[in-house]
Structure formats: structure tokens, C-alpha cells
């Protein structure tokens, strides 16, 4: 699509200074900022999905521990939705409420499909 609208000697010139830039490194290795971001990402996950395993931790029963499980995700959402419509300026309970909204209805819905 880009080479359709480039005229040939626009198009030549592209390939010049692309045939101008450096060649890649052979072997490409990890920096500080690199290990940074993925120790960020891991805890950013971590952090994120261990609250919702700690029923899972203490309770014996299955079935009540996903309850409390899934009570804990609803209430992350709304946490997450309030914090989201302050931030973005919206009215930041309607949005904390919507999400509650959404996280019950695919609640409901697990449940209904047998979890």
C-alpha cells in the first residue's frame, strides 16, 4: 500500500537509506531496562490475581473458597472502575458500579455454565 502511493525515485530513496542503516547485532542480549520491565510485569500480575487465590489458600471447601473468590474479583473490579472514572474524569462510582455490573454477569454466567 505504502509503494503505491511513493513515486519510484521516492521509493529508491527509501531503499537506499534502509541499505544505509547498521546491520543488526548477531546476538541480541538483555539489558537492566529489559530484567526491569519483566520483574514489573511479574509483579504487576502477581500482585493482581494473588488476592483472588487466597480464599483458595485458607478455605478447605472448593466451592465456597471460588465464592469468596469471585466476591474478591467483583470488588478489585470496583476498586479498578472507581479509580479508573477519577482518573479519566468520569463519575467514578457509575463506573465502579458498571464494572461490578459486568464482573457479576460473567460471574453469573461461569456459574450457569457449571463453575
Given at each position: 500500500?505504502?509503494a503505491s ?15 544505509q ?6 546476538h ?5 531496562d529489559?530484567?526491569l520491565?519483566a ?14 487465590v ?23 473490579l ?18 465502579g ?16 455454565l457449571?463453575?
Open positions: 500500500m505504502v502511493v511513493l513515486k519510484p525515485a521516492d521509493l529508491e530513496a527509501v531503499r537506499e537509506r534502509l541499505m542503516l547498521p546491520e543488526p547485532a548477531a541480541v542480549r538483555l539489558r537492566k529489559d530484567w520491565g520483574v514489573g510485569i511479574f509483579l504487576l500480575v502477581f500482585l493482581c490475581t494473588f488476592p483472588v487466597i480464599p483458595f489458600i485458607l478455605m478447605r471447601n472448593t466451592v465456597p473458597a471460588l465464592r469468596v473468590s469471585n466476591a474478591i474479583a467483583v470488588a478489585m470496583f476498586v479498578t472502575g472507581y479509580t479508573y472514572g477519577r482518573l479519566t474524569g468520569y463519575r467514578p462510582v457509575w463506573v458500579v458498571s464494572m461490578v455490573v459486568l464482573g457479576g454477569v460473567l460471574v453469573g454466567l461461569t456459574i450457569a457449571g463453575g
